[in-house]
C-alpha cells in the first residue's frame, strides 16, 4: 500500500487487528467456558458475550477486507454492544455484584478497539472510490 493512502492502510491494519482478536477472543472464552482457565469472579453474560462476540470480530474482518457495507455496520453493531454489556456489567458492581478487575480493563480495551475500527472503517467507507 502506498503512502498515499492512508485510510487504506489504517483499515488493513484494522482488519487484522479485527480477525486476530477475534480468533484470541473465541480461543479464550472457550477456555474459560469449558473450564479450562480459571476466571476467578467472572460475570457469566460478560464472559459469553465476549466469547459469542468474537466470530462476529471474525465475520467483521472479512466484510472490511472486501469493503461491504455489512463489515462496516457489524463493526458499528460491535462497539455498540460492547458499550451496552460494558454498562451492564458497571451495573452489575454498582449493586455489589462480584467481579474480576480485569474485566474492567478487559471491557475498556475491546470498547475502545471496536470504536477505533468501526471510526476507520466509516472513514474508508467514505472515502471516494
Do not use: D, H
Not at 476467578?40 to 462476540?53: K, M, R
Not at 466484510?63 to 457489524?74: Q, S
Request: glycine letters at 12%.
Amino acid at each position: 500500500m502506498s503512502s498515499q493512502n492512508p485510510v487504506g492502510l489504517a483499515l488493513k491494519i484494522a482488519v487484522v487487528v479485527a480477525l486476530l482478536f477475534g480468533l484470541v477472543t473465541i480461543y479464550s472464552g472457550g477456555m474459560a467456558l469449558s473450564g479450562k482457565k480459571e476466571v476467578g469472579n467472572a460475570v457469566p453474560f460478560v464472559l459469553w458475550f465476549n466469547f459469542l462476540a468474537g466470530f462476529a470480530y471474525v465475520a467483521a474482518s472479512f466484510g472490511l477486507a472486501k469493503m461491504l457495507g455489512w463489515g462496516l455496520k457489524l463493526s458499528i453493531a460491535i462497539a455498540i454492544a460492547t458499550a451496552l454489556v460494558f454498562a451492564a456489567f458497571g451495573f452489575v458492581v454498582m449493586q455489589g455484584g462480584t467481579y474480576e478487575m480485569r474485566t474492567v480493563g478487559a471491557m475498556g480495551i475491546r470498547l475502545g478497539v471496536w470504536v477505533v475500527i468501526s471510526a476507520i472503517a466509516m472513514r474508508a467507507f467514505r472515502r471516494p472510490a
